[in-house]
């Protein structure tokens, strides 16, 4: 069953793990990058890490870098973000969007990550 907007968040101890999917795309492939951003209470929304459709060439935020990888299924036009060793930090709505973001935002996925 095809789910779309952002899915997969959820409520993990931490350390735990936890994979997140985005289907708001159509045409995922027709935007040279996407991204995964995330925004905790009280605080502006971030970006985490993103991924160019040519080659796939990633980056990541210093905060989850090394326990985080982005992915994407052009074919499925869909958006992933594997994330491991989760800390309280990381608590938070996740969004994806292209980078530079389109207007538009989905409702996000919660992730709580509890200590």
């Known amino acids: 069953q095809v789910q779309l907007g952002e899915s997969g968040g959820g409520l993990v101890q931490a350390g735990g793990s936890l994979r997140l999917s985005c289907a708001r795309f159509?045409?995922?492939?027709?935007?040279?990058?996407m991204a995964w951003y995330r925004q905790a209470p009280g605080k502006q929304r971030e970006l985490v890490a993103r991924?160019?459709?040519?080659?796939?060439?990633?980056n990541y935020a210093d905060s989850v870098k090394g326990r985080f990888t982005i992915s994407r299924d052009n074919a499925q036009n869909t958006l992933y973000l594997q994330m491991s060793s989760l800390k309280p930090e990381d608590t938070a709505v996740y969004y994806c969007?292209?980078?530079?973001?389109?207007?538009?935002w989905g409702q996000g996925t919660q992730v709580t990550v509890s200590s």
């Open positions: 991924i160019a459709t040519r080659y796939g060439i990633t």
């Open positions: 969007n292209s980078d530079p973001p389109l207007p538009h």
């Open positions: 159509a045409r995922m492939y027709a935007y040279n990058t």
